[in-house]
Every structure is written in structure tokens, then in C-alpha cells.
């Protein structure tokens, strides 16, 4: 479940994942055509609640009008022993450390007081690296607001599971763990503020931002999540988003290449904005257009 949250990868990224949404006619669905041929190009969210369900009928639609389901990445290898022992070794500090001598003492008494208030343990909370420590805090919020189940991806991969439909995968597992053990690395103290400013707000912010979605509004989206995470960390930015984008923007052009039609589901971050998928296909003269 950490690594599907961090699919939206950090705060606003995470909490892209937790709405409880009302009805708009719109949706982040998207038909991407090249000559003759297209795909559907879906933005999720990936954890939500369970009053969310149904989803928008545009991602059944897209669903239903594909061949092959293209996701992020394969999160049943989660499961699996051996990557969550290959995961506690990278995103954990080694045996002595912990991150109170990465942070200056009043950032860490206020995760201290913040770890307290919600009866965490920050002597084990500390041993974590900044990336899944905040990924924690996080979901320790996203609990509280009843943001438990399933999201679009994890929807859609058990229903392709369950009909054996044909399924591939963008990037690997992983890659998204080193991107987890790697976030706020030298920037410790500004990270932790920023995850401890964004948490205390999230209730706030979920209900400032619970209809972008929905809406496919991918100007909102990019204002009130993209910008100001951009500006806090640029290098951070780049690694989630825009080298993530780029790498993901070759295959989906290899797929238009082909008959088959896949449905094509990530984060609707990675949808909005210059450096997203959405700008950059329709630069690449694609047409690009809003599923009804």
C-alpha cells in the first residue's frame, strides 16, 4: 500500500489519492489517437474511500473498449518477502542511526509533538529514511479520514486479474522503491517541515482539492499541486514527475504504433501541467482528447 500511495509521491501526491467525490459530467479520462490508431490514457488516484465506488463510468468505458491494461507498475510484488526486506534495507537508516541527526532540533521536536499527538512511536518512526517516513505520516492522516480502500489502479488490476486480461507495466517496482529511499535525501529538514506543514492541512487541502479530479481540470490540478511541490523541490520534481513522464511517454508512443488499444492508467499528476503527459503528447502532434 506505501508504494501504490506513492504513486502520487509525496503530500499533494499522496493525497491526490483520497477523495470522496461528487458527480461532474467531465473525468480524467483521455482518448489518445496517432493515424488510425489510439489508446485511453486514464489519471487516478489511488487510494480512496469506499463511498467513491462506483468510479466515473468513463474509466469502465475505456475499460471496456480496450484489449490490454498498461499500469504503473506490478504492486503484487509487494507481497512478496523478499522486496519488503529489500525495502526496510533501503528505507531505513543503518543499525544506530535514525533521523533526529539529519534534522535540527526544532524540526525534530516538532515531529516529536507530531508523532505524540497521534500516538506514534517516534523512536521506531525515526529509524526511517525522510521518503517513507513522510509516506507513513501521511497515511497515518489518510486513516483518520477514512481513506482505506482500494484506488482506480488496484481496481482495475484485480478486475483484469480476474478475466485474464492481457496486462503490462511501465516501470519497475523497483524503480519506485529507489525513488521512496531517495526522497529528501540532503534536504532531510525542509522535507520533514514540509511533511509535517502538508499533514496538519490535509483535511483542508483534501476538500480544496477533491472535485480536480474528477473534473479532469488538469489546470487546478497543476496550480494548487504541481506548482508549489516544484518550487519547494525542483531536483525532487524532476526525478518523480518529469524523467518518470518521459520514459513513460516512449512506450505509450510505441503503443499507438500498434492495433492493439491499451488503457493506460497513472497518476493524474503525471497528467497535468508543461512537463505532463496530456502537454507533451499533444506537442508531439497526437490528438489528445476528453472522453465524454
Not at 9 to 22: K, Q, V, Y
Not at 131 to 140: A, E, H, N
Not at 229 to 236: A, E, G, I, T, V
Amino acid at each position: 500500500m506505501i508504494l501504490r500511495a506513492l504513486s502520487f509521491n509525496l503530500l499533494p501526491f499522496i493525497l491526490m489519492a483520497a477523495f470522496s467525490l461528487p458527480s461532474y459530467s467531465s473525468s480524467s479520462v483521455w482518448k489518445v489517437t496517432h493515424q488510425k490508431q489510439h489508446l485511453y490514457l486514464g489519471g487516478t488516484v489511488h487510494l480512496l474511500a469506499k463511498s467513491d465506488y462506483p468510479l466515473p463510468p468513463q474509466f469502465n468505458t475505456a475499460y471496456a473498449h480496450s484489449a490490454k491494461l498498461i499500469l504503473e507498475a506490478d504492486t503484487s510484488k509487494m507481497q512478496h518477502p523478499d522486496f519488503q526486506q529489500v525495502m526496510m534495507q533501503q528505507a531505513m537508516y543503518p543499525a544506530g542511526q535514525t533521523i533526529q541527526s539529519k534534522l535540527t532540533p526544532d524540526t525534530y521536536q516538532a515531529l516529536k509533538q507530531h508523532c505524540i499527538s497521534r500516538n506514534l512511536d517516534i523512536d521506531h518512526l525515526g529509524k526511517f529514511k525522510p521518503g517513507l517516513l513522510s509516506v507513513m505520516l501521511t497515511m497515518t492522516e489518510l486513516n483518520k479520514l477514512n481513506i482505506t480502500s482500494l484506488g482506480v489502479d488496484d481496481h482495475f488490476d484485480q478486475k483484469a486479474k480476474q478475466q485474464k486480461r492481457p496486462m503490462g507495466y511501465l516501470e519497475n517496482l523497483k524503480d519506485q522503491l529507489s525513488l521512496i529511499a531517495n526522497m529528501g535525501k540532503e534536504q532531510e529538514d525542509d522535507f520533514i517541515q514540509y511533511t509535517l506543514e502538508e499533514t496538519n492541512q490535509l483535511e483542508a487541502m483534501f476538500n480544496k482539492l477533491k472535485s480536480t479530479w474528477r473534473l479532469g481540470d488538469m489546470k487546478q490540478l497543476n496550480d494548487i499541486a504541481i506548482v508549489p511541490f516544484q518550487q519547494h523541490f525542483p531536483d525532487l520534481y524532476k526525478a518523480l514527475l518529469v524523467d518518470r513522464n518521459n520514459n513513460w511517454l516512449v512506450q505509450i508512443k510505441h503503443m499507438l504504433d500498434t492495433k492493439e488499444v491499451e488503457f493506460i492508467l497513472v497518476g493524474a499528476l503525471h497528467m497535468a501541467g508543461e512537463d505532463g503527459l496530456i502537454q507533451q503528447l499533444r506537442k508531439s502532434g497526437y490528438q489528445v482528447e476528453r472522453l465524454p
